[in-house]
């Protein structure tokens, strides 16, 4: 998700191809399982397509993925965004339901809401 966030709209190639780039990145996934996690991940939202040539002449879209940027503005906030399924221990031990969408959230310091209620 921090590679959403710092290079903007990528697609599942695209990330696969940063996450290469990225040091200490030793099983890099495949773009299918990339793209299956990002469309799970209600941090990331679909904002286009791409057109791709494939060969000459034969062109195929993929989707564009990017950050929730409506929510999530900067770093501290992709942690106070992740879904409980992707939470560290730790996280889950602090993390608290929301009353009001009642996701299981960490929140905003001095908030009674998440961070995605917050904003929206
Ligand atoms: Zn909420």
Not at 45 to 58: A, D, F, R, S, W
Not at 66 to 85: F, M, W, Y
């Given at each position: 998700?921090?590679?959403?966030?710092?290079?903007?709209?990528?697609?599942?190639?695209?990330?696969?191809?940063?996450l290469q780039t990225y040091k200490g990145v030793k099983n890099v996934p495949s773009p299918n399982s990339i793209s299956a996690l990002m469309s799970k991940n209600p941090q990331v939202v679909i904002v286009?397509?791409?057109?791709?040539?494939?060969?000459?002449?034969?062109?195929?879209?993929?989707?564009?993925?990017?950050?929730?940027?409506?929510?999530?503005?900067?770093?501290?906030?992709?942690?106070?965004?992740?879904?409980?399924?992707?939470?560290?221990?730790?996280?889950?031990?602090?993390?608290?339901?929301?009353?009001?969408?009642?996701?299981?959230?960490?929140?905003?310091?001095?908030?009674?809401?998440?961070?995605?209620?917050?904003?929206?």
């Amino acid at each position: 998700m921090e590679i959403l966030l710092e290079h903007g709209p990528a697609t599942r190639e695209e990330v696969a191809e940063y996450l290469q780039t990225y040091k200490g990145v030793k099983n890099v996934p495949s773009p299918n399982s990339i793209s299956a996690l990002m469309s799970k991940n209600p941090q990331v939202v679909i904002v286009g397509k791409q057109k791709v040539e494939m060969t000459i002449g034969i062109n195929t879209h993929h989707m564009l993925f990017d950050i929730d940027r409506q929510v999530i503005k900067d770093k501290g906030d992709l942690i106070l965004t992740r879904p409980i399924s992707v939470m560290t221990p730790n996280e889950r031990k602090s993390a608290i339901q929301c009353p009001s969408c009642g996701r299981t959230r960490i929140m905003p310091e001095q908030s009674d809401e998440c961070l995605s209620c917050i904003r929206q």
